[in-house]
């Protein structure tokens, strides 16, 4: 089982400000200029100290009649009747870690500890930004990938969204070796660093790549959550 390490440029990394702005209007339904500001001078800032890496490993999907479950060698992942419908028809799976590494979430919280709330919250946001853009990327290398095979990909899922018990993390980390990309997991199944995720994509030449349906997710409170009015 090969791990690949895709390299992950800072230059790779995509984040527009209008998505902080966005994030940020349901704190501030109004962004001053000095908010503004302050959204356009953590974005450089926050992507110079961060130290994003990833890895992808590719398992064979074993062939699992019940809609709720996904079986690879030796792991049945439980992610729900949502995902186990969107990764349906998948020949293999791609596995993926990522990370912004540690720095940006040390600012924000010192920033916070500084009483500096609003500084703190904005590289807090951005900081889960460039951990989406960085899986973004990796999303991108599979979907290459795949075409290179004649397969299409799925969206990527990962565990504590949708019904997927985040405790699952724990069988995904299996198939990486130690602090791979530097996370470790904690015995509660968090991630160190913070600003890092993991997660699935399938591969298959039936597979479909659907947009995340938030309007049968039950997270309420998802703050990447999509509305009608969005």
Known sequence: MQIHHPNIQKTSIR???DDIFKLLGDQQPHIDSHTSNLVKQYIPSCLE?????????????????????????GITFHPGKIIGKMLRHSESYALFLVTAGPEPEKLARKLLDEG????GYIVDLVASSIVESAADYLEEQVRIMAKEQGMQISKRYSPGYCDWNVAEQEKLF??????????????SSLMNPVKSASGIIGLGSHVTYRDYTC????????QFRKTKEN
């Open 15 to 17: 984040i527009d400000p």
């Open 49 to 73: 100290i961060s130290s994003p890496a990833g890895a992808i490993v590719r398992v064979e999907a074993i062939e699992n009649e019940l809609p709720h479950e996904i079986t690879i060698p």
């Open 116 to 119: 500096n709330y609003l500084e």
């Open 174 to 187: 299996r198939l990486f070796p130690a602090k791979c990309c530097g996370i470790s997991l904690s015995e």
């Open 215 to 222: 309007e049968i997710c039950p997270m309420l409170n998802c």
